[in-house]
């Protein structure tokens, strides 16, 4: 039995699966150095490396680890960034959530406008109980973006990740079932 993509949709945009199809447009943004800065990948070179992420995407959703949708705007659907879950424990009720933005969409409300989308998803479909935000500290604007969305900052995870050739400190944020309203 295939598991049919959910679709999310928000005042201006549509979540949805990503396809091949997507990689020219995603291409666009992850090639960006100051989009991919602080996702521990290099900026990508080809379409090639983009269909690899797409199969990425892919596998954690098939593998029922996680979750990726393309986010795209309403009138366009021109995919825009990405936003969704990663590293799902189930049996914890917790999940990683990751997203990013194209450089031509930042400080328009989209991110914060997407996340909310997905973590309402995340308590309903997955019931989570917690959602795990890991950033690097030079992040300062998805600091700022997972605060607003009530997120808490635990504590830095040093030495976290190896990336790009060097080691990661990464915050950790959270946010519990209990700590949201709007679900």
Same mark, same amino acid.
């Given at each position: 039995?295939?598991?049919?993509?959910?679709?999310?949709?928000?005042?201006?945009?549509?979540?949805?699966?990503?396809?091949?199809?997507?990689?020219?447009?995603?291409?666009?943004?992850?090639?960006?150095?100051?989009?991919?800065?602080?996702?521990?990948?290099?900026?990508?070179?080809?379409?090639?490396?983009?269909?690899?992420?797409?199969?990425?995407?892919?596998?954690?959703?098939?593998?029922?680890?996680?979750?990726?949708?393309?986010?795209? #705007?309403?009138? *366009?659907? &021109?995919?825009?960034?990405?936003?969704?879950? %990663?590293? $799902? +424990?189930?049996?914890?009720?917790?999940?990683?959530?990751?997203?990013?933005?194209?450089?031509?969409?930042?400080?328009?409300?989209?991110?914060?406008?997407? #996340?909310?989308? *997905?973590? &309402?998803?995340?308590?309903?479909?997955?019931? %989570?109980? $917690? +959602?795990?935000?890991?950033?690097?500290?030079?992040?300062?604007?998805?600091?700022?973006?997972?605060?607003?969305?009530?997120?808490?900052?635990?504590?830095? #995870?040093?030495?976290?990740?190896?990336?790009?050739?060097?080691?990661?400190? %990464?915050?950790?944020?959270?946010?519990?079932?209990?700590?949201?309203?709007?679900?």
């Amino acid at each position: 039995m295939v598991k049919q993509f959910p679709v999310l949709e928000t005042e201006r945009l549509i979540l949805r699966e990503v396809k091949v199809e997507d990689a020219s447009d995603m291409h666009m943004y992850l090639a960006d150095k100051e989009v991919v800065k602080y996702m521990g990948l290099e900026p990508f070179q080809t379409v090639d490396d983009v269909w690899d992420e797409i199969k990425w995407y892919n596998s954690i959703y098939e593998e029922d680890t996680g979750i990726r949708w393309g986010i795209t #705007l309403k009138d *366009v659907g &021109k995919v825009i960034g990405s936003c969704g879950f %990663l590293n $799902r +424990i189930p049996k914890h009720y917790r999940a990683e959530i990751g997203f990013e933005l194209s450089k031509d969409y930042w400080g328009k409300g989209m991110a914060s406008e997407a #996340l909310e989308a *997905v973590v &309402k998803f995340g308590y309903h479909h997955y019931q %989570l109980e $917690r +959602i795990e935000a890991l950033i690097e500290p030079g992040n300062l604007p998805s600091q700022k973006l997972v605060e607003r969305q009530g997120f808490i900052k635990e504590g830095l #995870l040093r030495h976290y990740e190896f990336t790009c050739g060097k080691f990661d400190d %990464l915050y950790m944020y959270s946010l519990l079932k209990e700590d949201v309203d709007f679900i």
